[in-house]
């Protein structure tokens, strides 16, 4: 499962970051733009991304731990 999971969430993150950086550089949340902003849609990817960037880390952490 975490075969799957993992890249997938790796996607998201990586998408999440390039649209900060948007948000940063430019003042332009991409995300926003082809959603709409507040938009259910939008939303939901926000959460994705943020749900990913926890499973990564429990991943790292868990990694870490059986060392």
């Given amino acids: ?13 990586v998408i999440g970051a390039l649209n900060w950086g948007l948000v940063g550089i430019f003042n332009l949340d991409l995300v926003a733009t ?3 902003a507040n938009s259910i849609v939008s ?3 926000y959460i994705l ?6 499973v990564l880390i ?3 952490l868990m990694k870490g731990m059986k060392k």
């Fill in 1 to 13: 499962m975490k075969k799957i999971i993992e890249p997938i969430a790796w996607v998201l993150v």
């Fill in 34 to 36: 082809i959603f709409g």
């Fill in 43 to 45: 939303r939901i990817v």
């Fill in 49 to 54: 991304v943020g749900i990913s960037a926890l």
């Fill in 58 to 60: 429990g991943f790292k």
